[in-house]
């Protein structure tokens, strides 16, 4: 009984082993096929031509065809159209359907040595789609020099850990931007008063999660204050 046990253990794990291994080469297969249609897909002649009923169909009458830039920069342009073609083959929302155009053409053009990865099954597609996001606010020569330091450091990591690298690695390579980020999110912080009516106003305010409890308790000992004086 206790070998039979064993036995199915191990036939249960190979097939753990083997599915995770299929779903990695199909998630490879995807963000590859989303890259070649990309730059593959245009609408021809026939597609353009706005068709309405038979009577007022108009041949001088097209749809225009914009292109726009899903991902960050160094990233192609794609038709405008791409994303409703990707939302009905994935079954997905044209919404999502943008965003998995975005994750693929930036991990191939930003982010080349990653996509390599995941297309090897060394990284999970999704951990590769959370690294170009973080790094989208970096120029893709710093982008693509992050991500050749960040990919030895992750093997043997958990993913949290992993990011936790990856952030450090962004603070490093762009200093500069982080203190912009940093200044414009202090910018953002602080206390409003907003007159309403006559006799009313509101307080409201963006803080750090310290700061707010500090105010707030505050504006709690001049209530009870104003409660006393003015019943």
């Not at 794990?13 to 249609?37: F, N, P, Q, Y």
């Not at 083959?89 to 930003?110: F, M, P, W």
């Not at 959370?130 to 992050?146: F, H, I, S, T």
Request: net charge positive; with cysteine; hydrophobic share 40%.
């Amino acid at each position: 009984m206790e070998t039979r046990r064993r036995d199915d253990s191990r036939q249960a794990m190979e097939r753990l082993r083997t599915g995770i291994a299929m779903r990695r080469r199909g998630e490879a297969e995807e963000l590859e096929g989303i890259c070649d249609l990309a730059l593959a897909y245009r609408l021809d002649e026939a597609d353009l031509l706005d068709y309405g009923t038979a009577i007022h169909r108009d041949r001088d009458t097209k749809l225009p065809e914009k292109l726009i830039r899903p991902g960050g920069e160094g990233t192609p342009s794609v038709s405008e159209f791409l994303a409703m073609e990707i939302a009905a083959l994935t079954r997905c929302s044209q919404t999502s359907a943008i965003e998995k155009i975005a994750t693929a053409l930036n991990l191939k053009y930003r982010h080349p040595m990653l996509f390599e990865a995941v297309i090897n099954g060394e990284v999970e597609k999704w951990l590769a789609a959370k690294v170009a996001w973080l790094c989208r606010d970096l120029n893709p020569m710093q982008a693509e020099r992050v991500t050749a330091r960040w990919l030895p450091l992750q093997y043997g990591l958990v993913p949290s850990a992993a990011l936790r690298e990856l952030r450090k690695l962004i603070t490093r390579v762009d200093k500069a931007a982080a203190r912009e980020r940093e200044a414009e999110a202090r910018a953002q912080r602080g206390i409003w008063l907003r007159d309403l009516e006559p006799g009313i106003t509101s307080i409201g305010g963006r803080l750090d999660v310290l700061d707010g409890r500090i105010v707030d308790e505050r504006l709690h000992q001049i209530s009870e204050r104003l409660k006393t004086r003015y019943p």
